[in-house]
């Protein structure tokens, strides 16, 4: 919705010219509406139930829709329904919404009970879809279809083929469930083809969401016309689902919806000039904000650790409230810094505090000898060194255990400190990570390798060094994403091509050991993250699922899987930078379970 609506604003458009450009007529506007179908719960006695739908048909409604299969058995629902008809009279469209909670003998109950009722559909009777077109053949009453479309995986077009069948009667469909406007009219457009009505549905949305589904109801209303005059065919306006606004007792939108009752047409309707209104000029209600969150500002500064005899000032990123114990730390893979995962701890900061580092050699991160005078040693770096300084950083930073998230090279080490440093770690997200590998003589031929990488780093410079870098195959994807350029530049920033190289060689997947035998105890929760185009780093994954779950039931001690992969559709190795939003979610998934499971620790 946002993102057409910016579309509308940019050519000076609005949003159902967007829909119908072949049709722009303010005029025409000004005079159409929606057709509102009114929804009650049913809660209540048969006489309460039809007092409510008789004052909503002296409001001006038309059309109702009540809930069912909430009662003990169909036969209560049955007994509403028959005193609703009674009272509002025969005009009136009635149709009931039994969401799938019927098995299919009780549905037939309560069929053969209001046959003489003339529901113009009854949604959803039978909680097995399959039994849905035996229903109406068995009852005769129209059904339509609503959580069976919610819940297509596949193409909804071929889906839908197999309800072509004349009592199903109508398609009911709510775009922010069925995947936005798009896949929306293309139901809508099956759904009209073969003589169905398609009735838009909201799912509880504010007055924001509303106002665009009144336009794409028109729009539908437009399509609707244009079958008829095309098969010479009767087809009367359709009641949409938009009744929910009724439910709401406050919204965020400061001018009200356009829904009232229309002497002319004499229907309740939403208008259609008064949705394109509240869309272009839309004002918060300041009487209904709760809260106001600001963005997170991102806390750049440098923190000292001394190892042996190396001082490390590594480069701090923080995100989200000082006071939350619920840390988490960021490591990023080669070439990366702490600014890659800005964007992914923005969106967490709210149930955590994020810190992201440059890890030594990189970024804005530098180690100095401190030890005697006139000593020549040079520092060397090692992923058991890495997590040594990690580790000293954490303890100055909170008392409790944090979760660790990283990627590639960041990834292993995250790993490391989870199966050797376990006292500190509370979980761990790998992204993109290896265990190392197993067979000795392909760890030397991969540290010669890294070892030949960082000397052409060093001889030749970080700009044709990326150049031949991001020419592997492992970044194909990544070559595709439309910010690559960018990405490619902001790895210009690290200015000491010197630690650069030695952190290439020394925490090469050659140097490190192997952790496959670690896996096997571990006994903290991980979260596997890889991307569906990452064949290899796939394959690793699920072995190192396989180690860890194998032989135990495949829970921690709290009752949590201990294991759990994510394969990120659309993307290769990088994860995190091609499509970050599964990575987030996931990871708010990740973070909440630990916190139940410390609480009930």
Same mark, same amino acid.
């Given at each position: 919705m946002a993102v057409l609506n910016a579309i509308a604003v940019s050519q000076g458009s609005s949003f159902i010219s967007m829909l119908q450009p072949w049709m722009i007529n303010e005029?025409?506007?000004?005079?159409?509406?929606?057709?509102?179908?009114?929804?009650?719960?049913?809660?209540?006695? &048969?006489?309460? +139930? =039809?007092?409510?739908?008789?004052?909503? $048909?002296?409001? !001006? *409604?038309?059309?109702?829709? @009540?809930?069912?299969?909430?009662?003990?058995?169909?036969?209560?629902?049955?007994?509403?329904?028959?005193?609703?008809?009674?009272?509002?009279?025969?005009?009136?469209?009635?149709?009931?919404?039994?969401?799938?909670?019927?098995?299919?003998?009780?549905?037939?109950?309560?069929?053969?009970?209001?046959?003489?009722?003339?529901?113009?559909?009854?949604?959803?009777?039978?909680?097995?879809?399959?039994?849905?077109?035996?229903?109406?053949?068995?009852?005769?009453?129209?059904?339509?279809?609503?959580?069976?479309?919610?819940?297509?995986?596949?193409?909804?077009?071929?889906?839908?083929?197999?309800?072509?069948? &004349?009592?199903? +009667? =109508?398609?009911?469909?709510?775009?922010? $469930?069925?995947? !936005? *406007?798009?896949?929306?009219? @293309?139901?809508?457009?099956?759904?009209?083809?073969?003589?169905?009505?398609?009735?838009?549905?909201?799912?509880?949305?504010?007055?924001?969401?509303?106002?665009?589904?009144?336009?794409?109801?028109?729009?539908?209303?437009?399509?609707?016309?244009?079958?008829?005059?095309?098969?010479?065919?009767?087809?009367?306006?359709?009641?949409?689902?938009?009744?929910?606004?009724?439910?709401?007792?406050?919204?965020?939108?400061?001018?009200?919806?356009?829904?009232?009752?229309?002497?002319?047409?004499?229907?309740?309707?939403?208008?259609?000039?008064?949705?394109?209104?509240?869309?272009?000029?839309?004002?918060?209600?300041?009487?209904?904000?709760?809260?106001?969150?600001?963005?997170?500002?991102?806390?750049?500064?440098?923190?000292?650790?001394?190892?042996?005899?190396?001082?490390?000032?590594?480069?701090?990123?923080?995100?989200?409230?000082?006071?939350?114990?619920?840390?988490?730390?960021?490591?990023?893979?080669?070439?990366?810094?702490?600014?890659?995962?800005?964007?992914?701890?923005?969106?967490?900061?709210?149930?955590?505090?994020?810190?992201?580092?440059?890890l030594p050699g990189h970024g804005g991160s530098k180690i100095q000898n401190h030890g005697s005078e006139g000593a020549q040693e040079e520092a060397t770096l090692s992923i058991e060194i890495v997590a040594d300084v990690l580790y000293k950083l954490i303890q100055g930073i909170t008392p409790f255990k944090v979760t660790l998230v990283g990627y590639s090279m960041g990834a292993r080490i995250a790993l490391h400190m989870a199966l050797r440093l376990s006292h500190k770690i509370d979980g761990a997200v790998i992204i993109s990570g290896s265990p190392g590998l197993k067979d000795t003589m392909a760890r030397k031929i991969r540290q010669a390798k890294d070892d030949s990488r960082a000397d052409f780093l060093v001889a030749y410079g970080l700009e044709l060094f990326l150049d031949s870098w991001y020419a592997g195959e492992l970044w194909k994807s990544l070559r595709s994403h439309p910010h690559f350029k960018e990405i490619v530049a902001g790895r210009l920033v690290h200015e000491d091509v010197q630690s650069l190289a030695k952190a290439l060689s020394g925490l090469s997947t050659g140097s490190q050991l192997p952790l496959w035998e670690d896996l096997k105890r571990c006994d903290l929760p991980l979260l596997l993250i890889v991307g569906e185009k990452d064949a290899k780093f796939k394959s690793i994954a699920q072995k190192m699922f396989h180690e860890v779950v194998q032989d135990r039931k495949g829970e921690d001690r709290r009752g949590n899987n201990i294991c759990e992969i994510l394969e990120v559709p659309n993307c290769g190795h990088a994860v995190h930078l091609e499509n970050p939003l599964p990575i987030i979610s996931a990871m708010r998934k990740f973070l909440t379970r630990g916190r139940s499971s410390r609480a009930q620790q």
């Open positions: 005029e025409i506007y000004e005079k159409s509406s929606v057709k509102i179908c009114a929804l009650i719960d049913s809660n209540g006695t &048969p006489t309460e +139930v =039809a007092y409510i739908a008789s004052s909503l $048909v002296e409001e !001006g *409604f038309t059309a109702i829709k @009540l809930k069912v299969a909430r009662r003990a058995d169909p036969i209560q629902d049955a007994t509403v329904i028959c005193k609703v008809r009674k009272e509002v009279g025969p005009c009136i469209e009635l149709r009931a919404d039994a969401n799938r909670k019927w098995t299919y003998e009780e549905a037939i109950q309560f069929g053969f009970l209001v046959k003489d009722c003339d529901l113009q559909y009854i949604e959803e009777p039978v909680e097995n879809v399959d039994d849905i077109v035996k229903f109406c053949e068995e009852t005769g009453l129209p059904a339509a279809l609503d959580e069976t479309i919610d819940n297509f995986q596949e193409s909804h077009l071929k889906m839908l083929a197999k309800y072509t069948h &004349p009592g199903i +009667v =109508a398609v009911v469909i709510k775009p922010s $469930v069925v995947g !936005g *406007f798009e896949k929306a009219a @293309l139901i809508a457009r099956w759904a009209q083809k073969h003589g169905k009505m398609a009735v838009v549905s909201a799912a509880f949305e504010s007055g924001l969401g509303l106002s665009t589904y009144i336009l794409f109801s028109y729009y539908l209303e437009q399509l609707n016309a244009v079958y008829t005059v095309m098969n010479r065919e009767t087809r009367p306006s359709i009641a949409h689902g938009l009744g929910t606004y009724r439910w709401l007792k406050q919204d965020v939108t400061a001018i009200p919806l356009g829904i009232h009752y229309d002497p002319c047409k004499g229907f309740v309707g939403a208008s259609v000039a008064a949705s394109i209104q509240l869309l272009q000029n839309f004002q918060v209600n300041n009487n209904v904000i709760h809260k106001t969150f600001n963005e997170e500002q991102v806390h750049r500064y440098h923190l000292t650790v001394n190892s042996k005899n190396f001082s490390y000032s590594i480069k701090v990123h923080e995100v989200g409230q000082e006071s939350n114990d619920n840390v988490v730390i960021f490591l990023h893979g080669f070439l990366g810094t702490g600014e890659d995962w800005v964007p992914i701890m923005k969106a967490i900061s709210r149930s955590a505090k994020c810190i992201s580092i440059d």
